[in-house]
């Protein structure tokens, strides 16, 4: 009998829309696929030479459970040029891809009953890996209206004397929302009269971004001290499968998070490790190409979008999804399907229109459908095409 722990842990919606779109696929059926937050570039050359050249070098040993040495001292580099942020070596921990430094965080910080503030629309996995760590996910809502953030008033409001952390993402996944160093400052005003409360900010997508500066919270200095920086290479540089995570934390989070790390996976990739650091020590120059030509899909994936009846779209500053409110759809029928939520209409286009989307409702927006931009220009067009095709059919 399987554990009470795996039973309760829902599957991810991104992965299952994605192995529902496959299961077509094999099925003969041209499916063109938005769901997965995935970059459609090639790793860059720079960053593949570093890796044949570590395979030259032999590294094929174990590498040390938080990172190699140097990498880490790249890592530190990093945010003190991007971020303005002063880590030291022994608050890096490099994990096999941000997600495990995300599970690894809530493992060592939560204890079962614990709350986690979740500011809505939030990335699937924190809730379920809150739930893994036995906490209680406490959802803040947001709407389109107001660009998908939440307010200082709504984040004192949600605070109890069991919150323990706060889960902070931007650039957002999956409404692509950034806010600004004003907005987190004031969100950070009211954190500073909570000190018992702990702060993880997301910043995977850090460097995709369209105009508006990158803000680290743990850059305000009454909260660096409680902070948890995530960031990894996976977005920015197209190497979702090399799987390279990492931290900047307090030192005695980063001690705990190396300590798990040591008992569930070891050090990541050796490799990976080498490839990464050429990644992170690269000017930002070098990947303002993918930066561009996804500006260019999201203007044009907006102006497409807004010619269909009742999506109710906004502009997204960073990332690669639209998260567009659809609830204008629940109640009636389209070609004889009822459709009730954003399940259904997600499910309704895969199966009518081919095009592969995830429900709002995996990230606490049950009036929204994600939308990944990170394909080509021509399955864009098509894409958008068979949406409006199939919503326009009586």
């Not at 400052?185 to 500066?213: F, M, Q, T």
């Not at 998070?257 to 930002?284: D, E, L, Y």
Request: glycine letters at 6%.
């Amino acid at each position: 009998m399987l554990s009470n722990r795996i039973n309760s842990l829902p599957t991810s919606a991104t992965l299952a829309m994605a192995a529902k779109a496959r299961e077509l696929k094999n099925q003969g059926i041209n499916i063109i696929g938005l769901s997965l937050g995935e970059p459609d570039f090639n790793t860059p050359e720079f960053i593949k030479e570093a890796a044949i050249q570590a395979v030259k070098d032999n590294y094929n040993s174990y590498s040390p459970v938080d990172g190699y040495a140097d990498l880490k001292g790249a890592i530190c580099e990093k945010f003190k040029r991007d971020n303005g942020l002063y880590y030291q070596p022994q608050q890096v921990v490099v994990s096999t891809g941000a997600k495990q430094s995300i599970a690894n965080v809530c493992m060592v910080l939560l204890n079962p009953g614990d709350e986690v503030l979740l500011p809505a629309p939030y990335w699937v996995s924190y809730s379920a890996i809150a739930r893994l760590a036995e906490s209680k996910s406490i959802i803040i809502p947001s709407s389109i209206e107001n660009d998908f953030k939440i307010t200082p008033e709504q984040l004192e409001a949600a605070i109890t004397p069991k919150t323990k952390l706060v889960m902070l993402n931007s650039p957002n996944n999956p409404s692509g929302t950034i806010y600004t160093e004003d907005e987190y400052r004031a969100l950070g005003a009211v954190l500073k009269k909570y000190p018992n409360i702990y702060i993880l900010s997301d910043e995977i997508y850090e460097h995709i971004n369209y105009g508006i500066p990158h803000f680290s919270i743990a850059a305000i200095s009454d909260l660096y001290d409680r902070t948890i920086t995530v960031n990894g290479v996976a977005k920015a540089f197209a190497m979702t499968g090399w799987r390279i995570g990492y931290i900047g934390a307090p030192e005695w989070i980063a001690k705990a998070c190396n300590k798990i790390q040591g008992q569930v996976t070891s050090g990541a990739n050796c490799i990976a490790q080498r490839a990464t650091i050429a990644a992170v020590s690269a000017p930002t120059s070098k990947i303002q190409y993918m930066v561009d030509e996804f500006k260019y899909r999201r203007d044009l994936i907006l102006k497409l979008l807004s010619e269909i009846p009742g999506f109710k779209i906004n502009q997204p500053q960073g990332a690669f999804y639209v998260f567009p409110d659809i609830s204008s759809y629940f109640g009636k029928r389209i070609n004889g399907n009822k459709i009730e939520n954003a399940n259904d209409f997600a499910l309704f286009l895969l199966e009518k229109a081919h095009v592969a989307t995830v429900t709002g409702e995996a990230f606490g927006n049950p009036n929204c459908i994600r939308i990944s931009y990170a394909a080509s220009e021509d399955d864009i067009k098509l894409a958008v095409k068979r949406i409006k095709k199939v919503l326009s059919s009586k």
